[in-house]
T-cell receptor, first 115, second 116 residues
Framework: KAGVTQTPRYLIKTRGQQVTLSCSPI?????VSWYQQTPGQGLQFLFE???????NKGNFPGRFSGRQFSNSRSEMNVSTLELGDSALYLC??????????????FGPGTRLLVL | AQKITQTQPGMFVQEKEAVTLDCTYD???????LFWYKQPSSGEMIFLIY??????QNATEGRYSLNFQKARKSANLVISASQLGDSAMYFC?????????????FGQGTILTVHP
């Protein structure tokens, strides 16, 4: 079974631009979560989508948004990029079934550099 | 809200020896899950092991075992017979039950270096 895939793997943008990252979950997984990883803040939860609905949201400004499609693929968008948005963005999927015991499987991440 | 604390920024171990990575957690939820992930320099997060809050036995997965002490709120990872390929960053994480299980809270991580 194929793992979680993320595209693109690397991205360079300039301040003020917007960016869209894509995540394809493991087949059969209905929940997709997004995380931002930076050296200073560590791993922080952005949001989670389940059956095309945002189910959980982290403490990020409204410039960060996401969506999920009917095939469970998800995209996240960052508008008006700031230097501090430079990070590794990780996507994770799980089946969305049994609570707390549902392991999240991560993709390889997208490295975003904002200049 | 959940909180994970990993107090060891870096750990060193000799190849073939065992090593314990510490993790303490804090939560008011009765039902929760505890996870360990490995992150090599490539960046991908690799799932290692899971322990449920109601599981009475410690979880084991090959060379990995989770020393779960609920009263102390600790979930230490034990790696037996360390290998050079175990050198990586290790994260302890948790989620809560209900509809919040899609959100993982991570610790700051521990960098493990395995010496030959």
């Amino acid at each position: 079974k194929a793992g979680v895939t993320q595209t693109p793997r690397y991205l360079i943008k300039t301040r003020g631009q917007q960016v869209t990252l894509s995540c394809s979950p493991i087949s059969g997984h209905r929940s997709v979560s997004w995380y931002q990883q930076t050296p200073g803040q560590g791993l922080q939860f952005l949001f989670e989508y389940f059956s095309e609905t945002q189910r959980n949201k982290g403490n990020f400004p409204g410039r960060f948004s996401g969506r999920q499609f009917s095939n469970s693929r998800s995209e996240m968008n960052v508008s008006t990029l700031e230097l501090g948005d430079s990070a590794l963005y990780l996507c994770a999927s799980n089946r969305g079934g049994r609570p707390e015991g549902e392991t999240q499987y991560f993709g390889p991440g997208t490295r975003l550099l904002v200049l | 809200a959940q909180k994970i604390t990993q107090t060891q920024p870096g750990m060193f171990v000799q190849e073939k020896e065992a090593v314990t990575l510490d993790c303490t957690y804090d939560t008011s939820d009765q039902s929760y899950g505890l996870f360990w992930y490995k992150q090599p320099s490539s960046g991908e997060m690799i799932f290692l092991i899971y322990q449920g809050s109601y599981d009475e036995q410690n979880a084991t997965e090959g060379r990995y075992s989770l020393n779960f002490q609920k009263a102390r709120k600790s979930a230490n990872l034990v790696i037996s017979a360390s290998q050079l390929g175990d050198s990586a960053m290790y994260f302890c994480a948790m989620n809560a039950g209900g509809t919040s299980y899609g959100k993982l809270t991570f610790g700051q991580g521990t960098i493990l270096t395995v010496h030959p």
